[in-house]
């Protein structure tokens, strides 16, 4: 049997939220196809209003079992259990899988091409409802913020590249000494007071709120992929960073999975060491400019 594979006509789409808008002008938020340099084309959404838009969702971190520690669905840590043997987890920070669809992007983890094909210069952040719907992320939002000093210049473009530089790896640095870089916010929803009604009351005095930080320790030496909205001052920093490594060493694993710690006094508490239940409840979504 010979499949005859005729000659059709290849489409392609612009590589990112901003090259779309660029071409045309002025565009609405929404969902829209993009194209990799190999060809592929995947639907995500874009962001095109904040701050002059051309926004490209590449990401969402979405905690589905907060009682699930490192069990499946803990694809931003690890779905491999609490275990030394496996450092980084998943690995998906700084690896080309690619998982989920835009339109479950607020219900699941979600990882398009964007992710480590775009060559981006800032970052935007939303904490978006468990579940809302594509038209209602924005107008939902608990917070949101961006960056706007072109930082991921300095860092390869894109995550990918970032933490190929910064490891999220367990026992691969210590609190203060190895935490990357991070980068002062512009706040799109919210401000400095929103993060005390979102982390614990005792986090409050682990942080320094107006940053988004890549990559920390915690005391223990665990991992932590991202501190949304603040810069670590303090090491128990699994209460208010978000992704991760394999291994977290307190609790005997009761730190692990993609909200860590959130519910280290109870889930949705919002008392002593614990996030808010909305907080809790909101997957983060991040988006390239
Ligand atoms: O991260 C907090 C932990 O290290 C201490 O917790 O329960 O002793 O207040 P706890
Ligand atoms: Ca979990
Ligand atoms: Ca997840
Ligand atoms: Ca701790």
Redesign the pocket.
């Known amino acids: 049997t010979t499949i005859m594979l005729g000659n059709y006509p290849s489409v392609s789409y612009p590589k990112s939220c901003k090259e779309l808008l660029h071409l045309y002008g002025c565009l609405p938020d929404g969902l829209y196809f993009l194209s990799t340099s190999s060809g592929t084309s995947y639907l995500t959404f874009c962001d095109m209003t904040t701050d002059g838009g051309g926004w490209t969702l590449v990401a969402s971190i979405h905690e589905n079992n907060m009682y699930g520690k490192c069990t499946v669905g803990d694809r931003w840590s690890s779905q491999q259990g609490n275990n030394e043997n496996v450092p980084e987890g998943d690995g998906n920070w700084s690896n080309k899988v690619t998982f989920g669809t835009v339109e479950a992007a607020s219900s699941d983890d979600f990882k398009n091409p964007g992710y480590y094909e775009i060559i981006a210069e800032d970052m935007s952040v939303w904490h978006v409802p468990n579940g809302a719907n594509v038209d209602n992320w924005k107008p939902s939002s608990i917070f949101r913020y961006h960056t706007q000093k072109n930082f991921l210049t300095q860092y390869g473009g894109n995550l990918y590249n970032l933490y190929k530089a910064y490891p999220v790896r367990y026992n691969a640095g210590v609190c203060h000494t190895n935490t990357g870089p991070s980068i002062p916010i512009v706040y799109d929803f919210g401000n400095d007071e929103s993060l005390s009604t979102l982390y614990g009351p005792?986090s409050k005095r682990e942080y320094e709120p107006g940053y988004i930080t890549f990559r920390a320790f915690?005391?223990e030496k665990a991992a932590l992929a991202l501190c949304s909205g603040l810069k670590p001052k303090g090491c128990?920093i699994?209460?208010f960073c978000i992704g991760g490594g394999g291994f977290f060493a307190?609790?005997s694993g009761r730190?692990c999975g993609d909200f860590a710690?959130f519910d280290?006094?109870g889930y949705g508490t919002h008392s002593?060491?614990s996030a808010s239940k909305e907080m809790t409840e909101s997957v983060v979504m991040l988006f390239y400019r």
Do not use: I, K, P, T
Request: proline fraction near 0%; aromatic fraction near 14%; avoid cysteine.
């Open positions: 005792n915690n005391n128990n699994e209460h307190e609790g730190q710690g280290w006094n002593q060491w």
